[in-house]
């Protein structure tokens, strides 16, 4: 999942941040018999989630462990709900874009239902009346539209994601409701609260790959990508043609991918796991 900022960075310089990132990523195009159509960038996307781990490891899960230990469960939900409510919102201007009538009417309600019965958002009323949630964000929207996902890329700080995705990532901080709040120390603090409570509802997940004999870099980015393709098309993506699959060396057998029971484990836990083929 992408994570969002932490931070106020200004709307000039977040384009500009952002294009240089692009185009880092670009120039660091790996190519050869073994790479894989959808992550033609890999060795610019693993030195990145490298980074990523290791912030991962020394700050964001210390900091989701204590907030689970101290912060108590219903506040922890409330939380969350509040946060989700939010996120509705901007779900509604997508499924709006994407000219999905009941989905749009669904989210308007969730936040009309969930601001003045659920406390504005902290309770989740909208799920106990049985009114569905759609969420969406703009990278859905242009993938709606037909903009192919481009190469898989691994973004500082942000984590999985893919070249449109990257590209969409600017209009939804515009559609953040966290991100227009004028008061900066109160939106700072409060976008460190949802990366830390995001986090939090990961760690048992995480703990479970961490755990696994897998490549976890492979697993998340192929868990990354279908869920994302799954979510534009609702839930029934259209089949694909297969790619070629790369001959490998002679001398260098292929190695153990994760068992049908780990992917199941690990689906329990949360963490979406590569779906098998279709006929």
Known sequence: M????????????????????????????????????????????????RFNDALDTAVLKPAATAYRDVTPVRVRQGINNFFDNLRDVWSFVNNSLQFK???????????????????????????????????KDFGHTLGYWGVAPG??????????????????????????????????????????????????????????????????????????????RSVIFDGNPPEEEAAPEPVAPEAQPPGPGPTDKTTETLSNAGVPGPEKAKP
């Not at 977040?14 to 790996?30: D, H, M, N, Q, S």
């Not at 969730?110 to 309770?123: A, E, I, P, S």
């Not at 973004?155 to 600017?170: E, F």
């Open 101 to 135: 009538g009941q989905a749009a009417f669904d989210s308007l309600r969730r936040v009309g239902v969930n601001t003045f019965l659920g406390w504005g958002g902290v309770f989740d009323v909208a799920t106990e009346m049985e009114i569905e949630k759609h969420t």
């Open 151 to 228: 190469p898989y890329l691994v973004l500082p700080l942000l984590g999985s994601s893919s070249l449109r995705d990257a590209v969409a990532l600017p209009v939804d901080w515009k559609g953040d409701l966290v991100a227009a709040v004028p008061h900066v120390p109160t939106r700072n603090t409060a976008t460190v609260v949802r990366v830390v409570d995001q986090r939090s509802d990961l760690l048992k997940a995480g703990n479970m790959l961490e755990e696994a004999a897998l490549d976890r870099y492979s697993f998340m980015r192929d868990a990354y990508l279908q869920r994302r």
């Open 2 to 49: 992408a994570w969002n900022l932490p931070f106020s960075v200004k709307p000039g310089r977040a384009r500009a941040l952002w294009a240089g990132l692009l185009l880092l990523a670009l120039a660091g195009c790996a190519s050869g018999p073994n790479a894989n159509p959808r992550d033609p960038l890999e060795p610019f996307n693993r030195g990145v989630y």
